[in-house]
Structures are given as structure tokens and as C-alpha cells.
């Protein structure tokens, strides 16, 4: 659980990350409901681009194939030998 003195409004996280340099942040990744295509949910993500605040449905498998989806609007997802880990090795081989 993180203590709440490190919770803050999203208008004060934004804030704080651009005071940091950070222009490019995934603030939220949102399960909001099942897809048509079988085997898939439907994610709600939610990013910031320098000073505009972004939000995307991305239709994945599951939170770690949204992520990965989302890392071609964020540049800054999960290195690729760390997303090939967590998917397991017999995703990538369909």
C-alpha cells in the first residue's frame, strides 16, 4: 500500500512530472469493458504528452499487451526483453 503522503491529485502529478522533465507519462490504464474479439478487453489508457493529458481505448489481450500497444504513443512502455518475459514465450510464437 503507498503511504499518502505520496498520493497526489492528477493535476499535481502532471504538475510534478513535468517540474521533473518527465514530458512523455502513462498516468492510467482502465479495464472498462469486454471486446467483441475473442479473448480481448477493452482498456482505457490515459497518458501524458508533454502538456496535454491523452485518452485511448486499446483493445488487448490483457494490461501487458496494452502497455505495449501504448508504448508506440508514449515511447517509454516496457523494454522488449521484459514484455517478452511477462507474456511468456508462447505468445510470441502464434
Request: glycine share 6%; proline share 3%.
Amino acid at each position: 500500500m503507498i503511504k499518502k503522503k505520496y498520493k497526489k491529485e492528477k493535476k499535481d502529478l502532471i504538475k510534478s512530472l513535468q517540474n521533473r522533465g518527465r514530458g512523455i507519462a502513462v498516468l492510467e490504464i482502465k479495464l472498462i469493458g469486454t471486446s467483441k474479439v475473442k479473448g480481448n478487453l477493452i482498456y482505457e489508457c490515459t497518458y501524458l504528452d508533454k502538456d496535454d493529458v491523452k485518452n485511448i481505448p486499446i483493445i488487448a489481450q490483457d494490461v501487458t499487451q496494452a502497455l505495449a500497444k501504448l508504448d508506440q504513443f508514449t515511447n517509454s512502455g516496457i523494454p522488449e526483453p521484459v514484455l517478452k518475459y511477462m507474456l511468456g514465450n508462447e505468445r510470441f510464437s502464434n
